[in-house]
């Protein structure tokens, strides 16, 4: 068996991501890779925890301008809720044991989210999707990621996003940006990076619980990611 360098961890899943080449939506082929990425970790021991974004179908900030913040925030924790039974339905076609919980209740369709439950879940083999966020307007998902990532007591948390690290200036605007492989918590603070957001990095800090920030179109990197590989940009 390979040598595992994290054996719990908190995969946060950019939901632009899951939208692939066609920016809205849902993307099967995109789908299918990242859940036989998260099977062969499961496979290998590592228990995992999933936060999923919701931005592929909506954003809160952006797509409800001149609505009420928190009912715009809402929706977006609806959008994630589909995006949580998606990866759901995918891992479960590949025999991976799953269990769906949201931070609000709609106990139709998956448990509500209750730490010690999503605890024995994951000392089972299961794989815990945490869907709508932390329930809380006003708190991005990133937040949300940290949050469940610190109640589980993760290793580490994985934030798989649509660039290969954290950069000094957008690479899509600037060529020239210079990609960092590690960076502390106060410099992502002080330099005002926006790779995740303040009270996500804020979060992180407090629990000391270490970042990797890495690109997902190789679905593949996060198998490297629990493997140890030098990918993406590491805070600590």
Known sequence: MQHLKYKRILLKVSGEVLAGKNGFGLDSEVIGKVCDA??????????IGIVVGGGN???????GQGMERTRADHMGM????MNCLALADALEKRNVPVRVQTAIEMRAIAEPYIRLRADRHLEKGRVVIFGCGTGNPYFSTDTAAVLRGAEINADIILMAKNVDGIYDADPKKNPNAKKFSELTYR?????????MDSTATTLSMDNEIPVLLF??????NIVRAVLGEDIGTVVR
């Not at 099977?39 to 290998?44: F, G, R, W």
């Not at 609806?78 to 809720?81: C, E, K, N, Q």
């Open 57 to 63: 179908f909506w954003r809160g900030v952006k797509d």
């Open 215 to 220: 690109a997902l179109e190789e679905p593949y």
């Open 78 to 81: 609806l959008a994630t809720v």
């Open 38 to 47: 998260i099977s062969e970790c499961v496979s290998l021991g590592v228990e």
């Open 187 to 195: 410099e992502i603070l002080s330099m005002g990076l926006s790779a």
